[in-house]
């Protein structure tokens, strides 16, 4: 089963700021996300992505003042595909086949975005 389906994305949670992510994949003896330090808990406010794409959309449409939008989904989707795959190719040390089955994508696919994004 993906490890990434609907119940799990809604409970991913991020801290600010974020740390980059190590040239390498982790070992098992680094911490995992789910697994983040008890203080850290305490000491920095945690949100769920879905609820950060939403105060961003909220940003965004309070920024606007009446001025027509278009291909917004394409805005926000280049918005996060691009860090996301920069982020997933750093993970996997840029092992595009690695890369294609983390992300569910075709190597042919992941190397398409890649070019098209800058990242190849």
Known sequence: MNKLDDSSLSSFQIAEPMEPLAASPPS???????????????????ST??????????????QLEDEPVTDLYQMVISEVESPL?????????NNQSKASIMLGLNR?????????????
């Open 28 to 46: 098992s003896a680094q911490v995992h996300l789910d697994q983040a330090p008890a203080n850290a808990m305490h000491t920095q406010e945690h």
């Open 108 to 120: 042919g696919t992941l190397r398409t975005k890649l070019k098209q994004y800058g990242l190849l």
């Open 85 to 93: 795959l920069d982020a997933v190719m750093r993970y996997t040390g």
């Open 49 to 62: 992505l879905r609820a950060e794409v939403d105060k961003a959309m909220r940003r965004y449409f309070q």
